[in-house]
Structures are given as C-alpha cells and as structure tokens.
C-alpha cells in the first residue's frame, strides 16, 4: 500500500518560514508526478505546486511564486514545500499528493486534485499576522 506522510506544520507569525515534507511509503517516488495542495476552512483544496514525474519540472500557482520552492529527493523518497514570507492567506491545511504515471511517462505533472491517486492526512499551517 502506498503511504504519503506531510510533517513540518505548525503556528508562525507572519514573515516567517515553514519546511513542508511528504514521505511516501509503498512505492518509490521515481516516475511519480507529486503536487502540495491546501484547504482553508469553508474552501476548496486548491493546487499549491508541483513537481513532475521525472523531477524535471516545477509549477506553482502564482500567488506563491518568489516565495514558496518546491523540490524533490529521490534518495529520501520525499518531496518537500520551503515557505518563505508567510502571509496569513497561507493559513491553510497542506496536503501532498502523488500519481505515478509510470516509467517512461516523460516529464508529467498535474495541478487538478482529481489527477491524483494518492493522498497524505495534512499538515496545519496557521499563520497569524
């Protein structure tokens, strides 16, 4: 069974940083396309980023760019979401996401939650101003 584990939450103050990480468990993350998304409460889970299948690509919604870097380590099986310049609009509950797509998928990502087949429990993020 595959696993995704999201760890590095927790309470900041505005201008302060986080280190998101999400352990897979079950399956090697190599030709996995993997995304962050988040949910505040009374919202819908929106797309954060993403890294493609093969690591060769990053995406971000544009409200982060600049702030947010999201990155990949094969030898951890684990991807990871730097937070830099935290605003409270980020207070939010952060879920990692994983689809693998299969060897020789290419360079594959996805920034629609329904593209993806596997999912973490959360983190919280509560940035207060």
């Known amino acids: 069974q595959v696993q995704l584990v999201e760890s590095g939450g927790g309470l900041v103050q505005a201008g302060d940083s986080l280190r998101l990480s999400c352990t897979v468990s079950g399956r090697s993350i190599s030709d996995t396309a993997m995304g962050w998304f988040r949910q505040a409460p009374g919202k819908d889970r929106d797309f954060v980023a993403a890294v493609s299948s093969n690591g060769a690509e990053v995406r971000y919604i544009d409200v982060v760019k600049g702030r947010f870097t999201v990155s990949r380590d094969s030898a951890r099986n684990a991807m990871f979401l730097q937070m830099n310049s935290l605003k409270p609009e980020d207070t939010a509950v952060y879920y990692c996401?994983?689809?693998?797509?299969?060897?020789?998928?290419?360079?594959?990502?996805?920034?629609?939650?329904?593209?993806?087949?596997?999912w973490g429990q959360g983190t919280q993020v509560t940035v207060s101003s």
């Open positions: 996401a994983a689809f693998p797509v299969g060897y020789g998928g290419g360079s594959a990502f996805y920034t629609r939650r329904n593209d993806y087949t596997y």
